[in-house]
């Protein structure tokens, strides 16, 4: 007899390169155990672009308190600087979340004595690439040298604070 597996309802606020492939994922390869209930960006345009590409009817929320009503997990992909406001709004309402931009976490202790008050589950990706884990893997083997490079389409930075303090035009870079 099969497990009956209940599906989870999530929410997707940031809908750039990262927030596509996890949505995209959701819809494709986890559509069995996860409701992929709704999208946000601040361009909504983009959570609009994002929904047409999508094989699963998702709604676009007008606001991030929309979005965390509709859902019980939260997955944010916005940005580090949105992650505090995304993280307490999650947390008042009950929700669990993911946070993707970690960063945000290291850089606002209260954040994490925030999330532990609380009765809602933070999910933190173990990051880009192999991140940490990977790195202590090749450690126990003896690895003496590292080098990571990675690189990040110019449209990925849109809403950066300091690509628009600079009114940096990154349509115009190839």
Known sequence: MAKNVSRVSVGIIGCGTIGSVIAEYCAKELSEKIDLKALYDK????????????????????????????????????????????????????????????????????????????????????GAICGLDGVKAAAMKGIEEATLTTTKPPKGLKGAPYIEKKAIDLDSLK
């Open 43 to 126: 361009d909504g345009s983009r959570a609009e672009a994002l929904s047409k590409k999508l094989s699963v009817d998702t709604a676009i929320a007008t606001s991030v308190d929309e979005l965390i009503k509709s859902c019980a997990l939260v997955i944010e992909s916005a940005s580090a600087a949105a992650v505090p406001e995304i993280l307490k709004k999650a947390i008042n309402a009950g929700k669990d979340i993911m946070v993707m931009s970690v960063g945000a976490l290291v850089a606002d202790e209260d954040l994490m004595a925030l999330t532990k008050k609380s009765g809602s589950t933070l999910y933190i990706p173990s």
